[in-house]
């Protein structure tokens, strides 16, 4: 179940955008506030999406050139105790990723919605256009095994990379994983498997630890849950998904000396 913080005091939270927040009285929903708002160069056009900490709206630059600005209540970082700078720092020690959703600026700025002065953070990364999240795309249930091959290998060279830099997404789930149809600019510059392409977005909570053990073998059962379909996909998909993981993702090919409590393996 998706939960909101409150954007102007940072106390209050819902299940239900709907709301208004019981300590200040603000609505939980800031998406029409924010679209008139301009955040540093970029302006807002729509939202994308919407999470605890905030909004990510379709935003442009001074040229046009279109972003996913991700803006956040600075209110709900000090009442979590979040921090911004750390959070920028992570997610530009991940570097440049074909299959993370590139990092290209962030900043904080003053704005003011509901009638009251607030600060807020925001990071304009690539934009990804007609994505839609991994729980979306199973949803819909059009894919073949081929598609969710191609998607399971660009998932795992993201967690690698990741890893590589003792990092830890920390967040990993459904909605944090945008499926797009691969474009001629993917194709020229991607040169990974299947029909789409996929980018980890949403670097929020990731932090400098490695995760150890059970925290991957968690994610490991996340994906391989979205490997059931019916028997004879399974039994392909588990082959292939062994050879995929084995190239791909180290830590997949030592899954049962993991899940025993022996050492980690050092990824790499
Ligand atoms: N780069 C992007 N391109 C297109 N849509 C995006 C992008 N980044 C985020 N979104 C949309 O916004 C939603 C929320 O983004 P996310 O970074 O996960 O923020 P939150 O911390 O609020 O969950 C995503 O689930 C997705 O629907
Ligand atoms: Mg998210
Ligand atoms: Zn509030």
Not at 113 to 129: D, E, N, P, Q, S
Request: neutral net charge.
């Amino acid at each position: 179940m998706n939960e909101y913080g409150c954007f102007v005091c940072g106390r209050g939270k819902s299940q239900d955008l709907r709301g208004k927040c019981e300590f200040c009285g603000s609505p939980f929903d800031v998406a029409a506030e924010i679209k008139k708002c301009r955040f540093g160069d970029y302006l807002p056009i729509r939202e994308l999406g919407r999470g605890f900490y905030g909004t990510v709206v379709l935003a442009k630059n001074r040229i046009k050139r279109q972003y996913a600005l991700k803006v956040c209540s600075s209110a709900l970082y000090q009442e979590r105790q979040k921090s911004f700078v750390e959070e920028v720092e992570s997610y530009i020690a991940v570097g440049d990723h074909p299959n993370i959703a590139e990092l290209f600026d962030g900043g904080d700025t003053e704005i003011d919605i509901f009638g009251r002065h607030l600060r807020v953070f925001f990071l304009a990364t690539r934009y990804l256009a007609d994505a839609i999240p991994l729980d979306d795309f199973i949803a819909k249930d059009e894919f073949g095994v081929e598609d969710l091959i191609g998607i399971a290998v660009q998932i795992c060279a993201a967690i690698c990379r990741v890893e590589s830099q003792r990092l830890w997404h920390n967040d990993l789930h459904g909605r944090n994983i945008l499926i797009a149809p691969r474009t001629p600019d993917d194709f020229d510059h991607h040169p990974a498997a299947g029909r789409h392409l996929v980018k980890v977005v949403d670097f929020g909570s990731a932090i400098f630890k490695h995760p150890g053990p059970e925290k991957e073998w968690q994610d490991i059962q996340w994906m391989g849950k979205h490997a059931r379909r019916d028997a004879e996909e399974v039994k392909a998909t588990k082959q292939r998904a062994a050879e995929v993981g084995s190239l791909v993702h180290p830590t997949l090919t030592n899954v049962d000396r993991r899940r025993n409590g022996s050492n980690a393996q050092q990824t790499g």
